[in-house]
């Protein structure tokens, strides 16, 4: 999703907006103030503090919480208040936080065509992809990128990838790009292939491979992990129009969903200008994480980029973000031992790493010795072992006492890797929700059924002390706030089977891995995450306390959304 928001496109919207709204007018309207000294009282307030603390009332002075206990607490300020809110035994909880995601690829669904199965979309097979895409084709006409997103070829009735023919047979006179629900592949057109002078004679990259048909030779047009990254890219990089659409889907979905507190979890420099410039007009109203992608990192490690100028007080530049594997249901996940049904590939077959280890624990050491927060994507227990090598020689380079280091996915960690976690001071990243969308296939196809029961060990490092998230790496499922509290809790599949129920957590310990302790994994504690006196503003209301909903957490409703004490949805 690296390529949405081009450095040049909050110029190009001051621009439009100015002509459409009138300048003061527009920024204004997209920059409101918080509505003074707000009351609110006779609710169930989850601070969600260190101590857990319960009580029905707060205080909000501009964008920050001035006072939180019971309704007499706050009697003194009611004489003075702008906003009097009588929560009428609702439930408060603070802004939601996203560990890890991609902001705004979730808004690719205003202009590009959703290639998604069930339960996430309506494909059932290749016809009806190639018809989506169709679709988007003729609404847009041009000779720019088609963009599909979301294809699980695990799901789709003939149980395979898209071809180049195939998607020929939508256009050869504009290049076309499908990605993989993972986000780790894509298929392209003969176009596409042409452009990029792909052809029966072009080598792997390093770490990814350029899928080629066994009689021919010539590229099927599957691009897998690092061969798609320059075409996925340049598909992403759309003209401003788009490129604003998509930022206001995205911004409206999350707000729906109770975030106040986005993350984009590997950002190019352009898209960092982008969205910082987006965040400064008031179109982006949630405070944003953006995580540099890894030859940034290593360009500040080395002193030759500053990222500090594009920060204000809603943008925050985080950790450097490293890939070092891929996707287990893509095949190219990094595992200790081979996929339970290697489908096309041989019988030993563990996936690959993205980095080689002697480079990984390179640009570890650099990064985190230049004193940058240190994040590194890792499905596979193999790659989790990578990093955990370059982690345990960085520390010994250059020790340090509260780094944080974010492992994100953690999905195959072992019992001992997360015993070595909570010794180096790893915090895993669990993408709960794979038990939910592809638990089903993890236990029957990728993995088989032990491995399977202990994806994204969630109970087991809580048991070790061990502070975890939780995330759901939108776009590559949709934003959700319910989905993704419920999978921790649950460990159902989407066909309604237990997966691995000894992993199963609290209400509560699911509620802190989306908000204080997402926040403390951000660095970010001191600003939001908790619902305490000096913290922003930043609230949901929702319809029921889920520390005590007997019914299906899902069902719980966002009722309103605000970030620094300003409303940005309400149901």
């Known amino acids: 999703m690296s390529g949405i928001i081009k450095g040049v496109v909050w110029a190009v919207i001051a621009l439009v907006l100015l002509v459409i709204v009138g300048g003061g007018i527009a920024w204004f309207r997209l920059n409101p103030s918080p509505p003074g000294l707000q009351v609110w009282t006779n609710g169930r307030i989850l601070t969600m503090d260190a101590d857990g603390r319960q009580v029905t009332a707060l205080v909000v002075d501009g964008d920050r919480i001035v006072a939180v206990g019971s309704d007499e607490d706050v009697q003194r300020w009611l004489p003075d208040a702008d906003v009097e809110l009588d929560l009428e035994g609702r439930t408060v909880v603070p802004g939601f936080v996203e560990a890890h995601g991609h902001f705004p690829g979730a808004g690719l669904v205003a202009v590009a065509a959703d290639l998604n199965s069930p339960p996430i979309g309506a494909i059932k097979n290749v016809p009806e992809a190639l018809e989506a895409l169709k679709q988007v084709d003729a609404a847009q006409p041009g000779d720019d990128w088609l963009i599909g997103f979301g294809y699980d070829d695990t799901m789709l009735e003939e149980k395979r990838h898209f071809t180049r023919a195939d998607l020929d047979g939508v256009s050869t006179t504009r290049p076309i790009l499908a990605m993989h629900i993972s986000g780790h592949m894509a298929v392209v057109n003969s176009l596409a292939l042409e452009r990029f002078n792909i052809t029966a004679e072009t080598s792997d990259p390093p770490g990814g491979e350029i899928r080629k048909d066994p009689k021919t030779g010539e590229p099927t047009g599957l691009l897998l992990e690092t061969a798609s990254r320059p075409l996925q890219?340049?598909?992403?990089?759309?003209?401003?129009?788009?490129?604003?659409?998509?930022?206001?889907?995205?911004?409206?979905?999350?707000?729906?969903?109770?975030?106040?507190?986005?993350?984009?979890?590997?950002?190019?420099?352009?898209?960092?200008?982008?969205?910082?410039?987006?965040?400064?007009?008031?179109?982006?109203?949630?405070?944003?994480?953006?995580?540099?992608?890894d030859e940034l990192g290593l360009e500040v490690a080395e002193g030759t980029l500053d990222l500090r100028q594009y920060e204000s007080n809603r943008v925050h530049v985080g950790a450097a973000k490293l890939v070092g594997d891929g996707s287990i249901q893509g095949y190219t996940g990094f595992l200790g031992?081979?996929?339970?049904?290697?489908?096309?590939h041989a019988a030993d077959y563990r996936g690959y790493p993205n980095i080689d280890a002697d480079t990984l624990k390179t640009q570890v050491k650099s990064i985190h010795c230049s004193g940058q927060q240190v994040a590194v994507h890792g499905n596979g227990d193999a790659a989790i072992d990578q990093f955990l090598d370059a982690w345990e020689a960085a520390l010994e380079a250059c020790p340090a006492e509260d780094a944080r280091p974010v492992l994100v996915h953690s999905q195959m960690s072992r019992a001992d890797q997360l015993e070595r976690m909570k010794k180096l001071g790893v915090v895993p990243s669990f993408f709960s929700a794979h038990v939910y969308y592809w638990g089903d296939r993890h236990r029957d196809i990728f993995l088989g059924p032990e491995r399977a029961a202990r994806i994204s060990p969630a109970?087991?490092?809580?048991?070790?002390?061990?502070?975890?998230?939780?995330?759901?790496?939108?776009?590559?499922?949709?934003?959700?706030?319910?989905?993704?509290?419920?999978?921790?809790?649950?460990?159902?599949?989407?066909?309604?089977?237990a997966l691995g129920p000894e992993e199963r957590v609290t209400v509560e310990q699911a509620l802190r891995a989306m908000t204080s302790d997402a926040a403390w994994q951000l660095r970010l504690e001191e600003q939001i995450g908790s619902i305490e006196p000096g913290k922003l503003a930043d609230l949901v209301i929702l319809s029921a306390n889920p520390l005590d909903y007997d019914g299906d957490l899902r069902d719980i409703q966002v009722e309103r959304t605000l970030v620094g004490g300003v409303t940005i949805y309400e149901r």
């Open 337 to 344: 031992e081979p996929y339970y049904q290697p489908g096309e």
């Open 233 to 293: 890219l340049e598909a992403l990089d759309m003209p401003p129009l788009q490129q604003i659409a998509v930022v206001r889907a995205a911004v409206d979905l999350y707000a729906a969903q109770g975030f106040t507190t986005v993350q984009n979890g590997l950002a190019t420099l352009e898209q960092i200008k982008g969205m910082s410039g987006a965040s400064k007009l008031g179109l982006i109203p949630q405070r944003l994480v953006v995580w540099p992608k």
């Open 459 to 497: 109970a087991s490092a809580a048991a070790l002390g061990l502070p975890f998230t939780t995330h759901l790496d939108t776009p590559v499922v949709p934003i959700d706030s319910m989905l993704q509290l419920w999978t921790p809790v649950a460990r159902e599949t989407s066909s309604g089977q």
